[in-house]
Every structure is written in C-alpha cells, then in structure tokens.
C-alpha cells in the first residue's frame, strides 16, 4: 500500500522561497507528482519525478530521493497567486495515483 | 479543446435520490478516473477505466456505479444518495502505458450536496 504524508499549512511572504516536504511509506515505489489547487478549483498537473534527483521548472522544482522515501516541491520567486493547496501523489494499486492529504500554501505581501 | 468537463457543477439531492455526474475529454486519452475530494482532504479514488470497455474499483467504491460509454465519455452514477456523499467530485483523464498515470488532466469538479 502507498501512504504519503506532507505538512497541513505552510505560509511564507512574497518573493521567498518555500519548500513542501512529501514523505511515503511503500512497497515498491516508481516516482512522485504535484498537484496545485486553487480555492474552488480543480487539480493541475505540475511536475514528475520518476528518477532521483531534482526536476525544474520555471519558479518550480520537485527533488525525489527514492531512498530516503522523501521528495520535495519547492517553490522561489513567491508570487500570491502561488497561494493554494499542493498535492504530492505517488502509485497505488494497479496504476492508480493515491494523493496526499495536501499542503496550504499562504503568501503573504 | 475543451480538455475535461463534467456536468452539472453543482447538485443538491435528497437522501435516496439518484443521480448520474457526466464527465467526458477531447484529449484522446484512453485512461479515465472518478476522485471525490473531501474538506480539507485530498483526492480519493472512486473508480477508473484504462480503456474503453474496462472499468476498476478504486479506494472508495461503495455507493457508486460507473459507465465508459466510449473512449471520451466516462459517468458516476449514485444510485441511492446518502449524505456521506457530499462531497466534491472530479473527473480526470490521463495517456496509458507506463507511468502516464501520474500526470493527470482534470476537470472543475461537481460540487455534491446530499441532505
């Protein structure tokens, strides 16, 4: 089974830097997602890692180490319309996605 | 392109009513999936369809039936609404093969009311 647990709030101010912590606990383990969701709206695909190390993507990046059972998304450049919910997401059964219980992200002017 | 949409955006049912969310995606894609998003929780999976033709069980299939009425179509129907079932419904879609699962496409969620 997959079970993956990351921080309930986390709250920095404009143009920091914040890191979200996803740990999992699992039974053969082939990569993790992120999701962002803003207040009201749907889930949005930000980033894969299906290997060790960190991806990057604009403002975004997402560390994998398959080893400690850990990844990370972090976040630079804060803007406010970063404020949301990030989701990290690992395999379930069967090619299913179990998905974290998700992080509120605020930012603060 | 439309990407995933799903239908209605909102319902209000009374307990015991029934009720089919609609959900379908222009993007080709042959997986297809029912999560229900709970206050303050994360998403949750009802069932999901690889292809067209087959569907799964997921985490949280009691209550629910679903159709893959073709490759673009894919609906949840409660058959006897409980309150427990308030909740947020999205449909997503993903590519098959590999780890094409774990990038998802959603759509805007119908938000469930059940007294």
């Known amino acids: 089974g997959q079970s993956l647990e990351q921080p309930s709030e986390v709250t920095a101010v404009e143009g920091a830097i914040v890191q979200i912590n996803c740990t999992y606990q699992t039974s053969g383990f082939y990569g993790l997602s992120w999701y962002q969701q803003h207040d009201g709206g749907a889930p949005t695909f930000l980033s894969y890692n299906a290997l060790d190390g960190l991806e990057e993507t604009g403002r975004f990046s997402s560390f994998l180490s398959r080893s400690d059972s850990y990844g990370y998304l972090l976040l630079q450049e804060l803007q406010m319309k970063d404020s949301a919910s990030y989701f990290c997401?690992?395999?379930?059964?069967?090619?299913?996605?179990?998905f974290g219980s998700g992080t509120q992200l605020t930012v603060l002017p | 392109n439309a990407g995933v949409t799903q239908t209605p955006k909102f319902q209000v049912l009374k307990t015991g009513q029934s009720m089919t969310l609609q959900c379908a995606q222009d993007?080709?894609?042959?997986?297809m999936y029912w999560y229900r998003q709970d206050p303050g929780m994360g998403l949750r999976l009802i069932y999901y369809s690889a292809s067209e033709g087959t569907t799964d069980k997921g985490e949280v299939p009691n209550g629910y039936n679903v159709s893959r009425l073709n490759k673009r179509e894919f609906s949840l129907r409660l058959e006897s609404a409980a309150p427990s079932q308030t909740s947020v419904y999205f449909c997503?879609?993903?590519?098959?093969?590999?780890?094409?699962?774990?990038?998802?496409?959603f759509g805007p969620g119908t938000r469930l009311t059940v007294t």
């Open positions: 997503a879609s993903s590519e098959s093969g590999g780890n094409s699962y774990y990038e998802q496409y």
């Open positions: 993007m080709n894609h042959n997986s």
């Open positions: 997401a690992g395999p379930g059964s069967a090619r299913q996605l179990t």
